[in-house]
């Protein structure tokens, strides 16, 4: 696990673990030593965890690396681990090296896009057996060239939800104090560059102007990071420019995100650069009808308008016109987030997800 937060990559890198548990594979996390709640995440969950210390390659310096490289190996070596799986790009560069040393095969999840690769980068990760990429796009963009031989689509999955119980929206809404009627624009997702919030806030000016009260809800962490807290201050700066702050309500991070999206209306995906949204995918699971941006693999998700609504990047008008469709018009709402249930129950379930890790497994180990 190469971040210190609890992300996307910490959510997918749990959904793998159970999934593969039920076929025959134990998991344990490897997770940074200054990575305390990523540590209790995965031990909640009842995944044991290992420490392991974050060093970069230096050129110049590069006892340090190598020295740790050794140590990762005979932890690896000591807990007889048969196969490695890096969670993110960043993983593999850190400890694809120590699995090679080890003797074991080594995968690698590619969930971002990733334009270029360096010289460096390529050294670090020639140990990769095969690399898992999120989408389709996110294979085509990387920067490394990879073959069939040794790259593979793997679509997440999760487990479908039966819908928004009357009981739960309203339970969640009292405690967000939202009114039972107001209109719910939610998002799920930290408050980082990577996430374009300020296309957001400058739709939102258009959203309330044509529906009254309309209320945007931002589920993820603000506070814990200093790089959050940053930007969340930019992002903050620009709502009270535009007059908007008021409308909006920012709730940190929540462990319950499923359950807080019972309260939404509508969902929202604003952002940069996506590999495959996992927030998309659950949004649609319950039954939530999706507006989010048409980068990357998202439209390998939202593939037409029956499941889902998207805009051009940084295009808030365009962003602003497909809220207000779905706010204005429950019926157009309500068929777009069934259609979407219905996706993803087709395409993106957890039986065929768990199956198909586990044929990777099993390949990489025979």
């Known amino acids: 696990m190469p971040w210190a937060g609890i992300g996307g990559t910490e959510h997918a890198t749990l959904r793998i673990a159970r999934a593969v548990r039920d076929r025959g594979f134990h998991s344990i996390a490897f997770c940074r030593d200054d990575a305390p709640e990523v540590h209790e995440f995965f031990r909640a969950a009842e995944i044991p965890t290992v420490s392991y210390r974050l060093t970069e390659l230096s050129l ?21 681990v048969d196969l490695l799986h890096c969670a993110d790009v960043d993983a593999g560069i850190e400890a694809g090296l120590a699995g090679g040393v080890a003797g074991i095969p080594v995968l690698c999840h ?30 085509s963009t990387f920067g490394l060239p990879v073959g069939p031989e040794r790259g593979t689509v793997l679509y997440d ?38 996430k374009d919030y300020l296309t957001l806030a400058r739709a939102a000016v258009e959203v309330r102007r044509a529906v009254p009260g309309v ?114 018009d429950p019926a157009r709402a309500a068929r777009v987030g069934d259609a979407g249930r219905a996706l993803v129950r087709q395409r ?3 039986e065929t997800f768990a199956e198909n890790v586990a044929s990777l497994y099993r390949d990489a180990l025979r």
């Open 215 to 328: 209320r945007f809800v931002i589920v993820g962490d603000h506070t814990e990071h200093e790089a959050h807290r940053e930007h969340f201050a930019m992002v903050r700066e620009e709502l009270v420019r535009l007059g908007v702050l008021d409308a909006f309500l920012f709730t940190g991070f929540r462990s319950d995100v499923g359950r807080v999206m019972r309260a939404f209306d509508v969902f929202v995906l604003s952002t940069h650069f996506e590999g495959l949204p996992l927030v998309v995918l659950e949004a649609m699971s319950v039954g939530l009808p999706v507006v989010a941006t048409a980068v990357n693999g998202i439209p390998e998700v939202i593939d037409s308008e029956e499941v889902g609504l998207l805009h051009p990047h940084e295009d808030s008008d365009a962003l602003a016109r497909q809220l207000i469709a779905l706010l204005t």
């Open 348 to 350: 993106f379930g957890m």
């Open 60 to 80: 110049r310096a590069p006892v340090a690396f190598a020295r740790n490289t050794r140590t990762i190996a005979r932890e690896l070596k000591r807990l007889d």
């Open 157 to 194: 999955g999760i487990v479908p939800s039966d819908g928004a119980s009357a009981e739960t929206r309203s339970e969640v809404r009292r405690e967000l104090s939202l009114a039972p009627d107001v209109p719910v624009v939610g998002m799920t997702a930290r408050v980082s560059p990577q």
């Open 110 to 139: 590619v969930r971002n896009p990733v334009l270029t690769v360096s010289r460096r980068e390529r050294m670090l990760l020639a140990p990769v057996r095969r690399f898992v990429f999120v989408s389709r796009d996110t294979w």
